[in-house]
Every structure is written in C-alpha cells, then in structure tokens.
C-alpha cells in the first residue's frame, strides 16, 4: 500500500514570495490533515478535510495561507506571501474516515522542509 | 496545550526494555491515550492508542494506571533504529489530536 505522497521535500524561497505544497493521502482515506512542524516542536495542525470539505481550520493563518482540496483526494496547501517564521516542515496526514468523538489512525507523509529567507 | 507532561529525553541500551512514561493528570472518562513517534527527518507514525485496560501490538505495549491519570509505553526490546521523538497524545472527546513537545529517545549500542 502506497503510504501519504508530498512534494516537494525542500523549498528555499525568501520572503514575500509565494510557495505551494502538493499532497496525495493514501487511496481511499477521507480525511486529510496539514500540520505545520515548527524545529523542536510537536506537530501543530493547520486543516483537517472530510473529503472535499474543511472540518476545522481553526488554527490556520487565513490571512496568508489557503488550502484546498477540490476532488477529495489530493490537497495543496499555499502561502502567500511568506514570512520568516514560516519556516518549518509542512506535514500532510491522513486517515480513513472521520468517526465523531474517536480519532482515527493518521498516516503522515515524509514532509516539506521549507526554508524561508 | 498538549495536556500531557513528558520528560523531554530518556536514553536506553540497546536490546533492554525502555519504558516512556508519560502524565495526563487531568484526563476524563472518555479520552483516549494515542503514541505515535517521529524518527529524524520522517513524518510521525502511529505507535499505539487505548482508553483503559492495558494494549498490546507488534510495536509496544502501553500501561495505562488505574485512576489513568498515568501511562507508560513500553518497549521490550530497545534497537537503534527506535531512536525517535516519541509523543504522547490525550485525545479529548470530540477534539483532534494536539501534539506536545515529546520524549527524544537515544538508543545506545
């Protein structure tokens, strides 16, 4: 089974610039998650997706950054424009079904390792 | 608020049992205990979760203290490649996963 696909691994871009995440969940998952992974810290969730539509965006900056997942299957997170704090790995997750009060088993991706300048 | 207190590193020998523990002092009926663990430049993965009794898999074991106000996962047989950050989660009710700081976990040969 194909595990949660991320591209690119690396991004260097400096700020004020714009930069895109790309995600593909394992096949058949209907939820999907970006998590944003400051170094030294645990993983801090951005969005979480039930197939095409946002279940909580509670903690993601709305003033730069947007996601979407338009199909249900692959997702691409974006911000614009990038500051110097926006440094950190942006991981993507997913599970298999959202059941109301129990947390699935996500499954992560490898992770984009953006470097802000 | 990860709502859960771990110390932040523990070392072990290698094939010696480690045990992480991990307090969740404030924890209710209905919150669920999840471990995953983040080894260098992967994304976390899924180690373990239970609510009450005591859980077993092919990764670890996980205890989970009679009041629940404590747990510790266990593994049997430390190796080098379970050096990771390992992260104990309370799930509240309804809620999502809030990930803390966690526990690094070095392995020594």
């Known amino acids: 089974e194909a595990g949660v696909a991320q591209s690119p691994r690396y991004k260097i871009i400096e700020k004020r610039q714009s930069v895109a995440f790309w995600c593909n969940p394992i096949s058949g998952h209907a939820t999907l998650y970006w998590y944003q992974q400051i170094l030294g810290q645990g993983p801090k969730l951005l969005i979480q997706?039930?197939?095409?539509?946002?279940?909580?965006d509670s903690q993601l900056p709305k003033d730069r950054f947007s996601a979407e997942r338009l199909k249900g299957v692959d997702s691409t997170l974006k911000i614009q424009p990038a500051k110097l704090e926006d440094s950190a790995v942006y991981l993507c997750a997913s599970s298999l079904e959202e059941v109301w009060g129990y947390q699935e088993t996500q499954y992560f991706g490898p992770g984009t390792r953006l470097l802000v300048l | 608020d990860a709502k859960t207190t771990q110390p932040n590193s523990m070392e072990s020998n290698e094939e010696e049992p480690v045990h992480l523990p991990c307090n969740h002092s404030?924890?209710?009926?209905?919150?669920?205990i999840h471990w995953y663990r983040q080894l260098p430049s992967q994304g976390p993965e899924y180690v373990i979760h239970g609510l009450t009794s005591n859980v077993n898999n092919r990764m670890a074991s996980l205890a989970i203290a009679e009041d629940r106000k404590s747990s510790t996962l266990i593994l049997h047989r430390a190796t080098l490649r379970d050096a990771a950050v390992y992260y104990c989660?309370?799930?509240?009710?309804?809620?999502?996963?809030?990930f803390g700081a966690g526990t690094i976990l070095r392995v020594k040969s």
């Open positions: 404030t924890i209710s009926g209905t919150d669920y």
């Open positions: 997706f039930q197939n095409n539509g946002v279940v909580d």
């Open positions: 989660i309370r799930q509240e009710y309804g809620n999502k996963l809030v």
